[in-house]
């Protein structure tokens, strides 16, 4: 395993490209814009999907959509994991024998940036599943807002990004970023998968909504706590308190909202003591908490 945490690096070839525009002044200006490119997946020899994402870290960000489409199995023996940077292609390999023509067929589109994609029955797999216990201090959820906001990232230094971010207790673990939030949780969980790190003691935070395949994600990950600075939707909320996993959401400055899983909480900290989201550390939507 790569030792930890492992964090954004705004400064990591092809991520940036220098544009030059105007501004509202006509005044010539230069700015950094995120790189966009395909990543074709394969699984074995079956073409299942092709992404639109930064580039970083393409295996985990593999592995993750397969295993979060129920394509790869927990037993699952990876052989190898092939990436052509010069084609955007990347094979993943395994001793089992695999064909999905049929869930590929059946496909819906989510609500996500970037175009989620979701295969066959978007409820598969959570029947009758119920997340670990664990327990969620408050101190933790704002020391852990304070750390993401203020760590160098790609967000900071060009906008238009989404980050997801693995944390245990009040340590930051594994931070992620693409253009579109699906991606940057499948990076988690390929990481995951990859390294056999367990959810159950885990929190997961994303930068954006809390919608039904965030939830379920979150859910097939094994991780109990799944927190956003941003908002909800009703069926992300519906399928959390079907699963147990506790929902918290506007978490900004001292402020979040708990929609599912209250009985994890410990308020052990005051959110009078906490101090006040800095204006240049806020992302979009900040200033309007009913986002």
Not at 20 to 34: F, H, K, L, N, Y
Not at 207 to 213: M, P, V
Request: net charge neutral; hydrophobic share 40%.
């Amino acid at each position: 395993m790569p030792s930890l945490p492992i964090l954004p690096d705004p400064q990591a070839r092809r991520l940036t490209r220098a544009v030059r525009g105007t501004d509202q002044s006509g005044a010539e200006i230069e700015i950094d814009v995120v790189e966009e490119r395909p990543l074709t997946i394969f699984l074995n020899a079956q073409e299942i999907v092709t992404a639109m994402t930064i580039g970083d870290y393409p295996d985990y960000l593999a592995l993750g959509f397969l295993r979060n489409q129920r394509m790869l199995r927990d037993d699952d023996v990876v052989t190898a994991i092939d990436h052509d940077e010069e084609i955007d292609t990347i094979v993943v390999r395994t001793l089992r024998q695999t064909s999905y023509e049929e869930k590929v067929r059946k496909k819906t589109r989510t609500s996500g940036c970037a175009v989620g994609t979701v295969f066959g029955d978007m409820m598969e797999g959570l029947e009758g599943l119920r997340l670990p216990p664990a327990k969620l201090r408050t101190s933790w959820l704002y020391s852990l807002a304070r750390q993401i906001n203020t760590t160098p990232s790609l967000y900071l230094t060009a906008g238009a990004i989404h980050g997801t971010v693995l944390c245990q207790r009040d340590k930051v673990l594994v931070y992620m970023e693409d253009v579109g939030r699906h991606n940057a949780v499948d990076k988690i969980a390929g990481f995951m998968f990859r390294h056999g790190v367990p959810g159950s003691d885990k929190i997961l935070y994303t930068t954006g909504r809390l919608t039904s395949e965030m939830v379920i994600k979150c859910a097939q990950m094994g991780i109990p706590v799944l927190a956003s600075r941003s908002g909800f939707t009703a069926w992300g909320v519906e399928i959390a308190r079907q699963v147990g996993l506790t929902l918290i959401g506007r978490l900004r400055g001292h402020r979040f909202v708990c929609l599912s899983g209250e009985e994890r909480l410990i308020r052990d900290a005051d959110p009078a003591s906490v101090p006040a989201e800095d204006p240049r550390h806020r992302r979009k939507g900040a200033k309007d908490e009913q986002a």
